[in-house]
T-cell receptor, first 111, second 112 residues
Framework: DAKTTQPPSMDCAEGRAANLPCNHSTISGNEYVYWYRQIHSQGPQYIIHGLKNNETNEMASLIITEDRKSSTLILPHATLRDTAVYYC????????????FGAGTTVTVRA | NAGVTQTPKFRILKIGQSMTLQCAQD?????MYWYRQDPGMGLKLIYYSVGAGITDKGEVPNGYNVSRSTTEDFPLRLELAAPSQTSVYFC???????????FGPGTRLTVT
């Protein structure tokens, strides 16, 4: 599975968009990009995933570069409840969807 | 739906004791997973199951055992607890063909 690199932390102002980068320069053609988040002491929560195209759901948008070597998770209007650790994970769907979590990015949304 | 439930929420064990962490899901998911999370770290996969009667090792299986006799339940067994097993344990489930894993609230285990 491709290795991912995320900044260890970032701050965001409440009501503003939060843009979370992820580098996955060794990604293979059959590997998906997944984003999960973990609010303090809770179980991780799925946010979004994508293969090649940009994706959007009710929680966030995922922008994947054309060469697929990096991606950005966008929280369009961050709230205090979005404060969490965000994990970018790259995984092939054929691998029983086993997830490998790195250290993630600690996002703090400030009022 | 209750989703994924885990019991107990907290447990303190003495070295050498054994216990079973319970995990149940009511979504009829075939896939179930056990992860552990050490302080300040990401989650690591212990064991997983692709259906009743089928289990396989993950990244860190040593010191643990699992069984999957029903679709709903996926218990994790610690036979001889060691301080290195102090961690938060999360169970997750996934529907066949779906990408999303649903996680339980976790069990915080301390071994002293």
């Amino acid at each position: 599975d491709a290795k991912t690199t995320q900044p260890p932390s970032m701050d965001c102002a409440e009501g503003r968009a939060a843009n979370l980068p992820c580098n996955h320069s060794t990604i293979s053609g059959n590997e998906y990009v997944y984003w999960y988040r973990q609010i303090h002491s809770q179980g991780p929560q799925y946010i979004i995933h994508g293969l090649k195209n940009n994706e959007t759901n009710e929680m966030a948008s995922l922008i994947i570069t054309e060469d697929r070597k990096s991606s950005t998770l966008i929280l369009p209007h961050a709230t205090l409840r979005d404060t969490a650790v965000y994990y970018c994970i790259v995984r092939a769907a054929s691998n029983d969807y086993k997830l490998s979590f790195g250290a993630g990015t600690t996002v703090t949304v400030r009022a | 739906n209750a989703g994924v439930t885990q019991t107990p929420k907290f447990r303190i064990l003495k070295i050498g004791q054994s216990m079973t962490l319970q995990c149940a899901q009511d979504m009829n998911h075939n896939y179930m997973y056990w992860y552990r999370q050490d302080p300040g770290m990401g989650l690591k996969l212990i064991y997983y199951s692709v259906g009743a009667g089928i289990t396989d090792k993950g990244e860190v299986p040593n010191g643990y055992n699992v069984s999957r006799s029903t679709t709903e339940d996926f218990p994790l067994r610690l036979e001889l607890a060691a301080p290195s097993q102090t961690s938060v344990y999360f169970c997750a489930s996934r529907s066949t063909g779906a990408h999303e894993q649903y996680f339980g609230p976790g069990t915080r285990l301390t071994v002293t």
